[in-house]
């Protein structure tokens, strides 16, 4: 169900990460990758990674797009590869050089407006 304390990850705000926390442990990691769901996986330790297929090109940009003005509304920012048929995602919080939940929160809802846009 994408939950944290009871809260829907896709419920929660990302917030502004300046450093000065620690990446999240691997055992937690995995618990969060649990919550999401679906086919987002962790690499090397380090970073979230999803594709996303599409039937052509136009509907890959729509969905880029959609997922860069949510990057922008919660101020954290995903590497996005768009190419015919597809979206590649992949983020890390660039501050802690590791993940923080703030990536997760992103991959939850970056989930929730593929669920939509189908």
Known sequence: MNQIH????????CEACEGGIEAIGAGEMEKMLGELGDKWTIVDGH???????????QKAL?????VGALAEEEGH???????????EVTMWTHAVNGLTLNDFI??????AIR????
């Open 6 to 13: 009871g809260i829907p990850l896709s419920e929660l705000s």
């Open 47 to 57: 970073h979230l990674f999803r594709k996303f297929g599409f039937k052509n090109f």
């Open 62 to 66: 729509e969905f880029t797009n959609r």
């Open 77 to 87: 920012h995903p590497d996005i590869l768009v190419g015919w048929g597809k979206a």
């Open 106 to 111: 992103l991959a939850s809802k970056i989930s």
């Open 115 to 118: 669920s939509k846009g189908r």
